[in-house]
């Protein structure tokens, strides 16, 4: 008898063991709601808020589960899967009735603290948008990028490599370098000898036989200092190889060698510095480059805030001329009592008020450099004919000076007027237009080329996250909305548009709560619907509203839209807040 009692005994404790030994905590109550077990995990799960659970009412052990376990007492129903959020933990519960026979005598809860893993999948995510952001990045080089793994195994390669290559990524990855060198797809593979320097390598190499590549293979290496991936950037030098060998032929061929050499280093050089994704800007980019490389004189065109003075400001620096000066000087801003002595300047006491030095015109400042005439349709008839004979016969005379200087000076002249049309006017002369339109470059407005608004609103957000130490980035519902706006006031008003969301966004990221309302599509349904049941009131406030933001985003500040308006800035300012704040 005494034997048989102490195996219960023992049974009993081998089997609390076993309880307290399991990661999941476990909790028993009898149909009358007294804790019957409480094990060591539940302990740890609730931080062991109470100590002595056991031979206690569950209503005082776990105030939180009493309600729900009172319900399996009562029904019998199990409640599996409960998420419960508690301010120690989160966790899950499985809680069945204990029956004999038809009888319920208490409850079992079975549950696990999943705090832990919801981290991890919290990180997990954040991982997920860091690979597609890597992913994006990989797809939108201009080279072809290929990827091998330590092996010599292709691991992936992008959309520029089909392109230069004219090889498909299904024929080619998860296929050895070396079988790509023995079916003759590649002559010979930088991996190998990426592999055995341990180093960069760069070499030529042809595909298919008939295609020279320059190739570089960086290796990457693991925490074991072991190659773990060979990362391959291609650039096609086909053309420029052909080039290169009729260069034996002919001394001809070598200056243009040297012109398309020296054009793709610049064009390289002006993507970075524009951010350009639409075919119709890298065209345009392309012509700019060609117009670099001499000296004739340049007419941009296309609309106010396009982005005229940047493109200027590149062909100059990608010029010969480009550690000489570059003047700008905007045609409409200075008094046409002013402008002569502004482009050619005066000698000293040619006029009442002059320095007693003279003083050196833009032209002159100019000298072997390049000069940018902005807004050039707001010259005067007179003043486009001094324009005139400067560009003929390269000198000019300063204001009460006997004898003519000789300058030496390219000129990019830009408007966003239809100079033609001011020709049949007679506003604007035919001999001068034609002496400027030598090397025409139209620029398109911004939504002719939507491709490039997301990139550039990216640009221009980072650029003014470091300039005034911010962290936010643009939300992708955003990113649509700018997409679709017609932008009338083009990269100005873009610009504009998304450093006044900067300014007034709360949240890191900027939502569509943060966009003007003409974004969202608000002021024009409201200008396309005026025809509709509204209110005179109303739609007056809606055009004005319209008016005023197009305006400031066009011109780029108050007092320059309300002179385009025609409105005191006072005016100006008080129909711009009466229009925000309707009350």
């Not at 390289?268 to 890298?282: G, N, P, W």
Request: with cysteine.
């Amino acid at each position: 008898m005494q034997q048989r009692h102490h195996h219960q005994i023992l049974d009993q404790f081998q089997w609390l063991v076993a309880l307290n030994s399991t990661h999941n905590g476990i909790l028993i109550a009898n149909a009358q709601g007294i804790v019957l077990l409480y094990n060591q995990a539940a302990h740890r799960i609730f931080r062991n808020q109470n100590p002595h659970p056991v031979g206690k009412h569950l209503s005082q052990v776990r105030p939180e589960a009493w309600p729900d376990i009172r319900e399996i007492l009562r029904t019998g129903q199990p409640q599996l899967g409960m998420r419960i959020e508690l301010p120690q933990a989160t966790i899950i519960a499985n809680r069945n009735p204990i029956m004999d026979g038809d009888k319920i005598i208490g409850v079992i809860s079975v549950f696990q603290d999943i705090s832990d893993y919801e981290a991890i999948i919290s990180q997990l995510r954040g991982y997920q948008e860091l690979y597609r952001e890597v992913e994006a990045v990989f797809e939108s080089s201009f080279d072809g990028l290929f990827v091998v793994d330590g092996k010599g195994d292709t691991v992936r390669l992008n959309s520029a490599y089909e392109r230069i290559s004219g090889l498909r990524r299904e024929d080619i990855v998860g296929r050895n370098v070396k079988e790509l060198v023995r079916d003759k797809i590649i002559d010979r593979s930088v991996t190998m000898q990426v592999r055995k320097r341990r180093a960069p390598v760069t070499i030529m190499q042809k595909i298919q036989g008939d295609r020279n590549m320059m190739v570089t293979g960086t290796p990457v290496f693991d925490e074991n200092d072991e190659i773990s991936l060979v990362v391959i950037n291609v650039r096609d030098l086909t053309v420029l190889n052909q080039l290169k060998a009729s260069l034996e032929e002919t001394r001809k061929l070598e200056s243009l060698y040297h012109q398309s050499l020296t054009e793709q280093i610049n064009l390289d050089h002006a993507l970075e510095r524009m951010v350009i994704r639409s075919e119709a800007m890298k065209n345009l980019l392309l012509k700019a480059v060609k117009a670099a490389n001499v000296d004739n004189s340049v007419l941009l065109c296309g609309e106010s805030g396009v982005g005229k003075s940047m493109l200027a400001r590149i062909i100059h620096e990608m010029s010969r001329r480009r550690s000489k000066p570059f003047v700008k000087i905007n045609c409409g801003a200075i008094p046409e009592s002013l402008m002569e002595s502004e482009l050619f300047g005066y000698e000293a006491g040619s006029f009442t008020g002059a320095l007693p030095q003279g003083k050196a015109g833009l032209f002159e400042t100019a000298d072997q450099g390049t000069i940018f005439l902005d807004e050039v349709a707001e010259l005067t008839t007179s003043m486009q004919v001094k324009l005139l004979e400067v560009m003929d016969e390269n000198r000019f005379t300063r204001i009460g000076a006997t004898q003519p200087k000789t300058v030496n000076v390219r000129v990019i002249a830009a408007t966003n007027q239809d100079l033609k049309a001011m020709m049949e006017q007679d506003r604007f002369r035919e001999d001068l237009y034609y002496r400027l339109n030598v090397i025409p470059i139209v620029i398109p407005p911004l939504r002719e080329r939507r491709e490039d608004i997301p990139a550039l609103a990216r640009q221009m957000v980072q650029n003014y996250c470091e300039q005034h130490n911010l962290n936010k980035k643009l939300g992708p519902e955003v990113v649509d909305v700018l997409r679709k706006y017609d932008y009338p006031g083009n990269i100005r008003e873009l610009k504009n548009m998304l450093e006044s969301m900067m300014v007034m966004g709360e949240g890191e990221t900027i939502t569509l709560a943060d966009v003007p309302s003409e974004l969202r599509g608000g002021a024009r349904l409201a200008r396309d619907h005026l025809g509709k049941e509204t209110s005179f009131k109303q739609a007056v406030r809606e055009f004005e509203l319209n008016l005023i933001q197009n305006a400031v985003g066009r011109y780029g500040s108050v007092a320059d839209a309300a002179q385009a308006l025609g409105v005191h800035p006072a005016t100006f300012w008080r129909k711009l807040a009466e229009v925000k704040d309707p009350q």
